[in-house]
């Protein structure tokens, strides 16, 4: 265990002072505090504006800090052969790869949380959508319960994808790791909403109960396929429940964490299987 966090935090420093960190980091703090900006000119409502602005900048930015530091966090080790350091300590495979992968879930939380707070700051200084909590005299301003949760799946949904490009970057190259990893998240945005538009649609007809519109038999097998197969990151986007302040229910939020983690795990567990197998000299 000693091993796995000492390269845990190997990997979380190496991580915090790359270049790529920091420039994902700088551009989301832009956008965060530029959304101030962009709701003082809408005529809907400025809080709404600012969260589904800021919500989708901390998204996007901290799943391509995950993708493309998740594709080159091993390959670039192998690349440099820093990694024959590693495990001549000796440091096992499964170790080695478990610490790394530790040390980038610690930088995306840590990236996650930079961002929260200065949302967070930003909806201070707008003087609206903070719920005021008077705790023994003192007042507190805090954010809707769905602003929280997203922050917490925002950090799932991340590390999920991270573990997906880690492992695309044992079995192929990091650019194209990459590529397909973007590929696997926008598929996995889309399923849920092609499932939807397959769904026969009924109506009431005669007094009876019948089906009006039918997909292609082919295309509702595919649809099928890629609902059951390919990873659904639409259940992490919780930014309307955020924009509206609708709290999200306990059991569901437990169920969709369990999901995340579930499906990073075995992920990471046939990333391991594939590494312990890997010509590496």
Known sequence: MKKILYSAFYSFYEIKNSKIFYSFLIFALILISGSYFVSQTSFISQGRIMVDFSIFAITIFNIFIGIFIGSSIVSDDIEKKNIFTSLTKPLKRSYYL?????????????????MMVIFYIVLLIMHKYLSPVNLSGLTFNLTPQAIAVQGVFIVIESVFISVIALLFSLITSKTLASIFTILIFFIGNISGKLNALIRPEKRIVNGKIAIVHHANAVLVSVVHFIYAVFPNFSVFNISTEAAYKIDIPVPLTIYRITYGLSYAALLFVISVFIFNRKDIS
């Open 98 to 114: 478990a610490g790394r992968i530790l040390g980038l879930v610690m930088a995306i939380a840590l990236s996650v949380f930079i």
